[in-house]
């Protein structure tokens, strides 16, 4: 293996598939949060470690995000 820096084009294909599983997760937590909230039981503290994971994920989604984006010149 190589040390040699990768072409952007060469890690497109990995960043899209990070970028999804990031998105299932954050859905899944989504949906986690949702189910403890309905159930009525819900802890708090796990409630917040839930919501603070979900923000996590939601900002390693947007780096990639703008990491797939072409640079745009004004």
């Known amino acids: 293996m190589t040390d040699e820096p990768r072409n952007e084009n060469e890690e497109q294909p990995e960043l899209r598939a990070k970028l999804a599983e990031l998105v299932q997760e954050h859905r899944d937590l989504d949906a986690a949060i949702t189910a403890l909230v309905a159930s009525g039981t819900h802890d708090q503290i796990q ?3 839930l ?4 923000l996590q994920l ?10 797939l984006l072409p640079d ?3």
Not at 51 to 54: I, M, N, V
Not at 58 to 67: L, P, S, V, W
């Open 72 to 74: 745009i010149i004004a």
């Open 47 to 49: 409630l917040s470690r």
């Open 58 to 67: 939601k900002d390693q989604i947007a780096r990639i995000e703008d990491a």
């Open 51 to 54: 919501k603070k994971r979900k």
